[in-house]
Nanobody, 119 residues
């Protein structure tokens, strides 16, 4: 059974950091691209970051460039999103998804984890 489980969300003050995890079961994450997405209340879901299969090249939306880092640990079958210098506008539910390639539609999705940036 294919499953993605996100964890690591929570409440953090502006300027703080969180690391989100996306753990996979039922398949090997190393063979797919993995994207992080987020959806804030009243807004459309947006792509945040993606890591490609094969060469592990990464991409970021402009608003998180330089603050967020995506990576994968193949031994743990997990993809991470390190989020630094968090801002209130980063508040959202964050989802991970598998993709055939970065920029494509998500195939398998996790249940999401809430990130709240507030003082």
């Amino acid at each position: 059974q294919v499953q993605l489980v996100e964890s690591g969300g929570g409440l953090v003050q502006p300027g703080g950091s969180l690391r989100l995890s996306c753990a996979a079961s039922g398949f090997t994450l190393n063979y797919v691209a993995v994207g992080w997405f987020r959806q804030a209340p009243g807004k459309e879901r947006e792509g945040v970051s993606c890591i490609s299969r094969g060469d592990d090249s990464t991409s970021y939306t402009d608003s998180v460039e330089g603050r967020f880092t995506i990576s994968r640990n193949n031994a743990k079958n997990t993809v991470y999103l390190q989020m630094n210098s968090l801002k209130p506008e980063d508040t959202a539910v964050y989802y991970c998804a598998t993709l055939q390639r970065c920029g494509a539609q998500g195939v398998y999705w996790g249940q999401g984890t809430q990130v709240t940036v507030s003082s």
